[in-house]
C-alpha cells in the first residue's frame, strides 16, 4: 500500500506563513507530477497546485504569487510554502501523486485565523 506523509499544518495568523510537505515511496515521486489540493467545510476539493516531475509549476489563480510548490528529489519530498496567508486559505490541504490510480496523503489543517 502505498503510503504519503504529510506535515507542517496549524494555526496561523492572516499574513503569516507556513510550509507543508509531502514525502513519497521514491517509487511513486520519481514518476508522477506531484499536486496539493485543499477542501474547505462545505465547498468541493480543488487544486491549489502542480510541480511535474521535470520541475514545471503551476497554480491556482486564488494562491498564484503567494504560494510556491517545490519538489526535493533527494528526500522525495514535495513541499507547498504558503505567504501571505488569508482567512479563505483555511482548508484541509492534501497532497497528491498519480491520476489514475491516484495517491493521496491523510490531509492537514490549515486554520488561517486571528
Known amino acids: 500500500q502505498v503510503r504519503l506523509v504529510e506535515s507542517g499544518g496549524g494555526l496561523v495568523q492572516p499574513g503569516g506563513s507556513l510550509t507543508l510537505s509531502c514525502a513519497a515511496p521514491g517509487s511513486i515521486f520519481r514518476i508522477y507530477a506531484g499536486s496539493w489540493y485543499r477542501q474547505a467545510p462545505g465547498k468541493q476539493r480543488e487544486l491549489v497546485a502542480v510541480?511535474?516531475?521535470?520541475?514545471?509549476?503551476t497554480y491556482a489563480d486564488s494562491v498564484k504569487g503567494r504560494f510556491t510548490i517545490s519538489r526535493d528529489n533527494a528526500k522525495n519530498t514535495v513541499y507547498l510554502q504558503m505567504n501571505s496567508l488569508k482567512p479563505e486559505d483555511t482548508a484541509v490541504y492534501y497532497c497528491k501523486f498519480g491520476g489514475t490510480p491516484a495517491y493521496w496523503g491523510q490531509g492537514t489543517q490549515v486554520t488561517v485565523s486571528s
Open positions: 510541480a511535474t516531475s521535470s520541475g514545471s509549476a
